[in-house]
């Protein structure tokens, strides 16, 4: 029987460390987008099961959304640097030696599941990545077997109170500035339930668990199993994504923000291996006609968003709006760009040159970000203060995030400006080619629509 348990409290150092990821996650993202949090109780012993795409960014990510304190496990290699350990440790991380770290550390384990178990008997929140390392791949790998094993472990020790909450990370581009990300909250799996089966053969009850665990993780997510099929995944949404949202928007009277973008995901992700089942040579076609016109995109520097707009024809007044814009935040955009170019494209070069894979480069922006801005601003500050004094020191230091932030809205429009002046260039000089890529693209997405309409006659009942 559960023992009824007290809301989690977050310590003032906890809450400040918090305080400034939440900072820096607002600044990466344009929106974090948090789905069913309710499933998280307020307090009592949680082992939260989260994949691992984006490195250290996931952490931040759950830690900012919940308002309970989370004691990751991490590796231990982190706890290599005195200073770097106890910030870890005052955060509430728990060390893992994992064997591929350090095989002659790996029997320290056994201090890792103490350092659980004691954190459940406190009614402590602990997070893990049961896949065990991150990853670039649109899916769940095979977890492995420590969170079953630390469940199951505690439980038997205390029946009913522990629950496991699979979590799903889904991030709209890991190495775009101001992209998307959503973290989704599962169904809470009890693994008093697992107890029986436990008692009788505790190695055929980790796996039972850690089977449903893996079900429960991948539910949360689009999972992809293989490389071919992520490619095309991705080559679908990026041509067919808008019009499907459009579609879904209008069947069911939603606002874009509650269609549920990892739901459209699957659904595509799930038609994909219906038709790869049933008509394989369907889907070869639809691949080679998606790669034959991106090959024409790249061919003469045009992007598909530009194609896509080429008939959606703006009003006047519009226009007239956007070029007046452009002409008024040409100054400010012109003094944001002057003040922030080097904290901006810095941690952006440096990211680009030390990520040693896909997962570490935004973790590396980010943490240089949170060292470059600072400082450069700091530095700026000080010199005008220095020449000016302290109240032009005050004002300036004001403007530079005001200024930063037009000065980068105004180069996305001005990137989309150059991409249609670009297409317009190409519809004057070789007419026949910009109608092709029109044409083509048409036609790829009236037979993506004619897909979904035989998939959804197909499988009745299974929708978008």
């Known amino acids: 029987m559960s023992r009824p348990v007290a809301p989690d409290r977050l310590d003032r150092f906890y809450r400040a460390v918090r305080g400034v990821a939440r900072f820096w996650l607002w600044f990466l993202f344009k929106s974090v987008d948090v789905r069913h949090p309710e499933r998280v109780p307020a307090g009592g012993p949680i082992l939260l099961c989260v994949n691992h795409p984006n490195n250290l960014i996931d952490s931040l990510i759950v830690g900012a959304v919940l308002q309970r304190k989370v004691h990751y496990l991490t590796t231990a290699a982190l706890f290599r640097r005195p200073l770097l350990a106890r910030f870890l440790l005052a955060c509430g991380a728990i060390p893992v030696y994992r064997r591929q770290d350090d095989p002659a550390h790996a029997e320290r384990n056994v201090d890792t599941f103490a350092a659980c178990q004691a954190a459940f008997a406190h009614g402590r929140l602990v997070a893990i990545y049961p896949e065990g390392t991150t990853h670039a791949e649109a899916r769940v790998q095979r977890i492995k077997t420590g969170a079953a094993r630390i469940a199951l472990a505690y439980e038997s020790e205390h029946p009913g109170e522990l629950a496991m909450v ?6 709209e581009a890991r190495k775009s500035f101001r992209s998307r990300v959503l973290v989704a909250f599962g169904e809470p799996i009890h693994p008093a339930a697992y107890l029986g089966a436990w008692r009788e053969d505790p190695v055929k009850a980790v796996d039972a668990l850690t089977r449903d665990l893996q079900w429960a993780m991948e539910a949360q997510v689009v999972n992809v199993e293989r490389i071919d099929d992520q490619r095309l995944l991705r080559a679908v949404e990026e041509l067919y994504r808008d019009e499907l949202t459009a579609q879904v928007m209008e069947s069911r009277g939603l606002a874009r923000r509650d269609v549920d973008p990892v ?3 699957r ?9 790869k089942a049933g008509d394989p040579a369907r889907v070869e076609m639809l691949w080679q006609r998606i790669e034959a016109y991106r090959s024409l995109l790249a061919q003469h520097h045009v992007r598909d968003g ?3 707009a080429r008939r959606e024809k703006l009003p006047a007044r519009t226009r007239l709006v956007y070029s007046w814009d452009a002409i008024v935040g040409f100054p400010f955009f012109g003094y944001g760009i002057l003040v922030n170019a080097l904290p901006y494209f810095l941690p952006r070069w440096l990211a680009h040159r030390t990520a040693r894979k896909e997962t570490d ?6 943490l240089a970000s949170v060292v470059a801005f600072p400082l450069f601003w700091g530095l700026e500050t000080w010199l005008v203060w220095r020449a000016a004094g302290a109240a032009w020191a005050a004002a300036f230091a004001l403007s530079l995030p005001l200024s930063g932030t037009i000065a980068y809205r105004y180069l996305i429009g001005a990137g989309w400006l150059r ?3 670009r297409f317009a260039a190409l519809a004057a000089l070789h ?5 092709r890529l029109v044409a083509e693209r048409e036609a790829i997405v009236a037979e993506l629509e004619r897909a979904r309409q035989d998939y959804l006659a197909a499988t009745r009942g299974s929708s978008f």
């Open 166 to 171: 699979p979590v799903g990370l889904s991030f």
């Open 263 to 265: 739901r459209l995901s």
């Open 267 to 275: 659904s595509i992700a799930d038609a994909v291996r219906h038709f």
């Open 306 to 308: 530009v194609v896509r």
């Open 361 to 366: 480069y935004a973790t590396t922006r980010l």
């Open 419 to 421: 991409a249609r002046l």
């Open 431 to 435: 007419g026949q080619t910009a109608r």
